[in-house]
């Protein structure tokens, strides 16, 4: 993944977690499929939980070891109290926290739904069906979902990052 400065450490202030498809995480409890993005703090992969007959998704973020305890001081108690299974934001979906070690040091990790296709796969099937763009409800329905929730966070004086 040239993208990601990989090879800057902690110490650079980066530090990101090398994972490579079919790695396990948490001790064999999510198996990564693919990557879905990175960001200056983090990069969030695809994994799947065999859980009995069916296989479960999630979006697996792993913070870079830089701020992996930062993150786990302030964002993680967030996601424990507000957005947690059962409470009334939805999206992101947490379901747990973990930590995972590579070469530069331990990682936070957390596991989150996983809300279906990329962005940018939905675009091209668009555009591949001849459309050049997608519907107006599509878009619609995405933004109210977004924005509600962007509304709910900002009313807990959680701000988007």
Not at 5 to 12: E, I, Q, V
Not at 34 to 60: I, M, N, Q, Y
Not at 124 to 134: E, Q
Not at 150 to 156: E, G, Q, S
Request: with cysteine.
């Amino acid at each position: 993944f040239p993208e990601e400065p990989l090879n800057l450490s902690a110490a650079d202030g980066f530090g990101y977690f090398p994972a490579e498809i079919n790695q396990t995480l948490n001790g064999g409890d999510y198996t990564i499929l693919r990557k879905l993005g990175w960001g200056p703090r983090s990069s969030t992969w695809l994994a799947k939980e065999a859980d009995g007959d069916r296989t479960l998704h999630f979006a697996v973020q792993a913070f870079t070891v830089a701020t992996s305890k930062e993150v786990e001081a302030r964002v993680l108690p967030i996601f424990q109290t507000k957005l947690s299974a059962g409470n009334w934001i939805l999206f992101p979906y947490f379901y747990e926290s973990f930590w995972e070690k590579s070469v530069h040091g331990e990682h936070l990790c957390l596991a989150l739904g996983a809300y279906g296709l990329p962005f940018s796969d939905v675009l091209r099937d668009a555009a591949n069906g001849g459309r050049a763009g997608l519907s107006v409800h599509v878009v619609q329905y995405t933004s109210s979902c977004l924005l509600q929730t962007l509304t709910r966070l900002h009313d807990i004086k959680v701000m988007h990052g």
